[in-house]
């Protein structure tokens, strides 16, 4: 008995066959034609459960198809397959309503939990749930390549567990975006995702601000006050760089790992807490171990499972895509029509190491849509403050004026010069967080506010103004 009827379109007979033996060994029937206007017309006269196309097919193309499918029979899953070259297709083709894509040359696995996904959300009518629908999500939202491919197998493993999972990677590769599609892909999915940036709070602060307080625990204590841990209770609680505790917390989290329980400041009661933890940090939490900055004993309760973010630098596939959802998005914010990028524009992109990963590839983009017109070239996108080789900077010269300065006077002037363009561009990059720049530079929080205050940088000049979407996880 078939589980499910599906129509195959793609101009590559071989794939075709390939496909109906693959669906076939999995009780699918299917039906192969292998243009638009035939599609179309079979969609019109039959009974299906799902279509798998190929963007690219004669007569018409498969997005274009997925449109005449979607208005004829709008209750009907698409599934798109696109290629590695088209690296807007994917953002394209589920903008335009496919349920779910996958990429060539895919794997069997893949092919067949699409499609099985999209018949459940057609017959159920309801929303997928656990770890059914992460590649597609971290595709989505992350890129095409086979890096991210490898990074949802990882999710998928660990999302439908309690385990405590280390999140490693640098800053700005979506640690935050990953955390969140583990707690979306578990069983605690409907339940609190509360996140905090341990680095963002100062130590005196930050045991009211995990473990809340009792009323006249200290002075401006009028009301008890719920910390992290109790409005994630039943849910997930995410902290950022926890790599920034002292060892002296550290000890006090993990008593509460051990024990389950929280002691609110000023109580005198343990209080119960139900919460699945995951943590992230932009620094080797091994290394730091071994350094004597983060206890042996909490990495090991932390680390029951890991993931490291590779870097967006080498996913040449990704930055493309990635650069082109923050076109499409950029576009609508400041309503313009920017049309794409020259291809030297794409060059540029592609070789660029991207210190700040997708953080600062956002922002060249909107930067670039803000100077351009009609396409994006080299010239608008502009990475001239920090330079492909980590620790280099552009140093400015005093050529032509030596003679009214003293080589002590050059040096200075030139360390305040270098100084004053990579705190604007790095605290444009973290989008104004302070304490994002101090981890990113290897610097402590005071000595930041002390610089910007030195040399009057008030904020970031970003040159679009920022509205949130789901990239601004990263």
Same mark, same amino acid.
């Given at each position: 008995?078939?589980?499910?009827?599906?129509? /195959?379109?793609?101009?590559?007979?071989?794939i075709?066959? !390939?496909?109906?033996?693959?669906?076939? $060994? #999995?009780?699918? @029937?299917?039906?192969?034609?292998?243009?638009?206007?035939?599609?179309?017309?079979?969609?019109?006269?039959?009974?299906?459960?799902?279509v798998?196309?190929?963007? =690219?097919?004669?007569?018409?193309?498969?997005?274009?198809?997925?449109?005449?499918? /979607?208005?004829?029979?709008?209750?009907?899953?698409?599934?798109? !397959?696109?290629?590695?070259?088209?690296?807007?297709?994917?953002?394209?083709?589920?903008?335009?309503?496919?349920?779910?894509?996958?990429?060539?040359?895919?794997?069997?696995?893949?092919?067949?939990?699409?499609?099985?996904?999209?018949?459940?959300?057609?017959?159920?009518?309801?929303?997928? @749930?656990?770890?059914?629908?992460?590649?597609?999500?971290? #595709?989505?939202? !992350?890129?095409?390549?086979?890096?991210?491919?490898?990074?949802?197998?990882?999710?998928?493993?660990?999302?439908?567990?309690?385990?405590?999972?280390?999140?490693?990677?640098?800053?700005?590769?979506?640690?935050?975006?990953l955390?969140?599609?583990? #707690?979306?892909?578990?069983?605690?999915?409907k339940?609190?995702?509360?996140?905090?940036?341990?680095?963002?709070?100062?130590?005196?602060?930050?045991?009211?601000?995990?473990?809340?307080? @009792?009323?006249?625990?200290?002075?401006?204590?009028?009301?008890?006050? $719920?910390?992290?841990?109790?409005?994630?209770? =039943?849910?997930?609680?995410? /902290?950022?760089?926890?790599?920034?505790?002292?060892?002296?917390?550290? !000890?006090?989290?993990?008593?509460?790992?051990?024990?389950?329980?929280?002691?609110?400041?000023?109580?005198?009661?343990?209080?119960?807490?139900?919460?699945?933890?995951?943590?992230?940090?932009? =620094?080797?939490?091994?290394?730091?171990?071994?350094?004597?900055?983060?206890?042996e004993?909490?990495y090991?309760?932390?680390?029951?499972?890991?993931?490291?973010?590779?870097a967006?630098?080498?996913?040449?596939?990704?930055?493309?895509?990635? $650069?082109?959802?923050?076109?499409?998005?950029?576009?609508?914010?400041?309503?313009?029509?920017?049309s794409?990028?020259?291809?030297?524009?794409?060059?540029?992109?592609?070789?660029?190491?991207?210190? *700040?990963?997708?953080?600062?590839?956002?922002? $060249?983009?909107?930067?670039?849509?803000?100077?351009?017109?009609?396409?994006?070239?080299?010239e608008?996108?502009? /990475?001239?403050?920090?330079?492909?080789?980590? *620790?280099?900077?552009?140093?400015?010269?005093?050529?032509?004026?030596? @003679?009214?300065?003293?080589?002590?006077?050059?040096?200075?002037?030139?360390?305040?010069?270098?100084?004053?363009?990579?705190?604007?561009?790095?605290?444009?990059?973290?989008?104004?967080?302070?304490?994002?720049?101090?981890?990113?530079?290897?610097?402590?929080?005071?000595?930041?506010?002390?610089?910007?205050?030195?040399?009057?940088?008030?904020?970031?000049?970003?040159?679009?103004?920022?509205?949130?979407?789901?990239?601004?996880i990263?």
């Amino acid at each position: 008995m078939s589980v499910g009827k599906v129509l /195959l379109v793609d101009d590559d007979h071989e794939i075709c066959q !390939m496909l109906s033996v693959l669906l076939g $060994a #999995h009780g699918y @029937e299917t039906v192969e034609v292998y243009d638009g206007h035939t599609a179309l017309n079979f969609i019109q006269h039959n009974w299906l459960d799902a279509v798998l196309v190929d963007v =690219q097919i004669p007569n018409m193309s498969g997005i274009e198809l997925l449109k005449q499918v /979607l208005y004829e029979k709008p209750d009907l899953p698409v599934i798109m !397959m696109t290629g590695y070259a088209g690296v807007a297709d994917a953002v394209a083709v589920m903008k335009a309503g496919a349920i779910d894509y996958i990429v060539k040359p895919f794997r069997h696995e893949h092919v067949i939990r699409a499609i099985r996904c999209a018949l459940q959300v057609c017959r159920l009518g309801c929303p997928l @749930e656990g770890g059914l629908q992460v590649e597609s999500e971290l #595709h989505k939202r !992350m890129g095409p390549s086979q890096t991210i491919s490898h990074l949802a197998a990882d999710v998928r493993r660990v999302a439908h567990t309690d385990f405590t999972v280390v999140l490693q990677g640098e800053t700005g590769t979506g640690k935050s975006l990953l955390a969140k599609v583990i #707690h979306e892909a578990s069983p605690r999915a409907k339940q609190p995702f509360v996140v905090m940036d341990c680095g963002a709070i100062p130590e005196t602060l930050l045991e009211s601000e995990l473990f809340g307080y @009792e009323k006249g625990a200290f002075t401006g204590a009028n009301r008890y006050k $719920a910390g992290q841990f109790k409005l994630a209770q =039943q849910g997930t609680l995410f /902290l950022d760089e926890i790599g920034n505790m002292s060892l002296a917390f550290q !000890m006090k989290l993990l008593c509460v790992l051990q024990e389950k329980t929280i002691l609110p400041l000023g109580g005198n009661k343990r209080l119960p807490v139900d919460v699945r933890l995951l943590v992230a940090s932009n =620094q080797d939490l091994s290394r730091a171990v071994a350094e004597g900055t983060f206890r042996e004993d909490l990495y090991y309760r932390l680390n029951e499972f890991s993931i490291y973010l590779p870097a967006l630098r080498g996913r040449s596939k990704d930055i493309l895509y990635l $650069a082109e959802n923050f076109r499409i998005e950029s576009n609508k914010d400041t309503n313009k029509t920017v049309s794409g990028f020259s291809k030297g524009a794409e060059n540029l992109l592609k070789n660029y190491s991207w210190p *700040g990963n997708v953080r600062q590839l956002r922002m $060249a983009v909107r930067r670039a849509i803000l100077l351009s017109d009609e396409v994006i070239t080299e010239e608008h996108i502009q /990475l001239h403050s920090l330079n492909s080789k980590k *620790g280099e900077v552009e140093i400015i010269s005093l050529s032509g004026q030596y @003679e009214d300065f003293s080589l002590k006077d050059i040096i200075r002037k030139n360390t305040e010069s270098v100084e004053r363009k990579v705190l604007t561009e790095v605290l444009e990059l973290t989008q104004g967080n302070k304490a994002k720049a101090a981890r990113l530079l290897q610097v402590d929080y005071k000595t930041i506010h002390t610089k910007l205050k030195k040399y009057g940088i008030s904020h970031p000049c970003c040159a679009v103004t920022e509205n949130k979407t789901i990239s601004d996880i990263f």
